[in-house]
């Protein structure tokens, strides 16, 4: 019985470029449909809105479009998660500049926009890899409910409705986007 060989975060960036969203986990990949045009509308909006806070601030780097971070976790040191928008601060950023291969540990600030096709259980491991790799925030936002979730490295998280407005806490200190702004 021949067993698949597991798939280094090396390997993983060598594979030509498919057309589904990938993430590498346990060694294996894992592919993502592609999102539909809510998830697209919201996650436009997050980043204009982060994008002028960010560019404004001078603090840091927003990235988008899927872009992969090997997160060094104990039982998976080269699991590869690409978050639908992810702010690094300039700390982070090894030179001080977004390489041009994957990046080393989490974002600050990783933004997952669920779709309908989206797993409840694969999402809450998604915020419990970002954080256990060093984010200091995750923000899971849901459109159809026209809610947002903030999670914190201590275990504590904020449930942001519709009427709420959502901040940058200690990470964007500064932000705030009223979710109506998001989901209008």
């Known amino acids: 019985m021949a067993t698949k060989a597991r798939i280094t975060a090396k390997d ?34 997050i980043c204009l809105r982060l994008s002028e806070h960010v560019n404004r601030a001078g603090a840091g780097e927003l990235l988008v479009g899927d872009v992969g971070f090997v997160l060094s976790l ?6 590869v998660r690409a978050p639908d928008v ?47 790799a060093g984010a200091l925030l995750v923000w899971i936002v849901a459109p159809r409910a026209r809610t947002v979730t903030v999670y914190r490295p201590d275990g504590s998280a904020r449930f942001l409705r519709d009427e709420d407005v959502l901040d940058g806490e200690q990470v964007l200190p500064g932000l705030a986007v009223p979710l109506t702004e998001l989901f209008r």
């Open 12 to 45: 993983f960036w060598e594979l030509p470029e498919g057309d589904r969203r990938q993430e590498l986990v346990d060694g294996r990949i894992i592919e993502m449909g592609p999102p539909g045009g809510t998830h697209g509308k919201i996650v436009s909006r």
């Open 74 to 79: 104990p039982a998976d040191p080269e699991r």
């Open 86 to 132: 992810a702010y690094v601060s300039r700390a982070r950023l090894p030179g001080g500049e977004v390489p041009d291969g994957y990046l080393t540990g989490a974002p600050d600030l990783a933004v997952e926009v669920l779709s309908s096709s989206d797993d409840p259980i694969d999402i809450q491991q998604k915020v419990q890899d970002f954080l256990a």
